[in-house]
C-alpha cells in the first residue's frame, strides 16, 4: 500500500480551550487564578483537588455555563459568573483534599468558600 493512505486518518484532538472566543480564554484563565488564589494551592494541584479534573475542565464549564450569558466583551469574570462556575465545580471537590487543606489551615477566615459536606443518614 502507499504511504500517502496511511496519512489520511490522522487523530485530531480539538481543545474547548482553542475553540473559545478570547474574551472567554481570559475568563478561563481568571477563573483558575480564583481557584487557585481561593484554595491556596497551586495549577499543579487542581487535579488533585476537583475530581476528574483536566486542563479542559475549566474551558469546558465555561462554554457550558457562560456561553449564553456571558458578555462576550468583558474579560472579566462577575460575581454571578463565579457562582455559576461555583455551583459546578462544589459536586467535584476531593473531600480527602478538603479535609487536609482544613487541617493545614489553607483557607482564610475571609474566604468565601468554606466547603460543606454532605453526609448521608
Known sequence: ME??????????WISYRKLLPPALIKK???????????????NQN??????????????SAISCALSLKSDSKNE???????DSLLQLFS???NPEKIVELNLHE???DNNPIRPTFLTFV
Open 3 to 12: 504511504k500517502a493512505f496511511f496519512n489520511r486518518f490522522e487523530r485530531q
Open 28 to 42: 478561563v484563565e481568571n477563573f483558575q487564578r480564583y481557584l487557585c488564589k481561593t484554595y491556596n494551592i497551586s
Open 46 to 59: 487542581l487535579p488533585n483537588l476537583f475530581c476528574g479534573f483536566n486542563e479542559d475542565t475549566i474551558p
Open 76 to 82: 472579566e469574570l462577575t460575581q454571578t459568573e463565579i
Open 91 to 93: 459536586p467535584l471537590l
Open 106 to 108: 489553607h483557607f482564610n
